[in-house]
């Protein structure tokens, strides 16, 4: 799936949001290095884990579930980059069993990774910083 292609289901109405992710996928991609984008599905909630999450990436179907639902677009941004990166760590067939427990190598490098991309993303547009909740 190309970048320019992708449509934030259930927010089509709010262009804001569009227009961030339209920013916001491109350049997490370059960071990653990624030539593409596993299948996204954005949720009300994602509840098919034993714990509470905001996002979850299935690597077996390579596809990555985001909850919209009272977050700030910039929170939801972070957590695709989370998910982009446990992405990248399969494609590069880094994953395994225990990769999303707390306090993994994969899961902590998920999380430092979000955090860069998201310096990097704010840096170049503060202006959604002010963006209201979904």
Not at 4 to 19: C, H, L, P, T, Y
Not at 36 to 59: A, C, I, R, W
Not at 66 to 89: F, M
Request: glycine content about 4%; overall charge negative.
């Amino acid at each position: 799936m190309r970048a320019s292609q992708f449509i934030v289901e259930g927010a089509q109405e709010n262009a804001n949001v569009v227009e961030m992710f339209k920013k916001f996928l491109p350049l997490a991609m370059k960071i990653l290095e990624l030539d593409s984008l596993p299948k996204m599905e954005f949720v009300t909630k994602v509840d098919e884990t034993d714990q509470p999450t905001f996002g979850l990436y299935s690597n077996g179907d390579r596809v990555l579930k985001v909850a919209l639902t009272n977050r700030h677009p910039n929170d939801i941004l972070r957590t695709v980059a989370h998910e982009l990166t446990h992405y990248k760590q399969d494609i590069n067939n880094e994953l395994n069993n225990d990769s999303g427990d707390t306090g993994s190598d994969h899961e902590n490098e998920a999380n430092a990774t979000a955090g860069v991309i998201m310096r990097h993303f704010n840096k170049l547009y503060p202006e959604y910083l002010r963006s209201r909740p979904l």
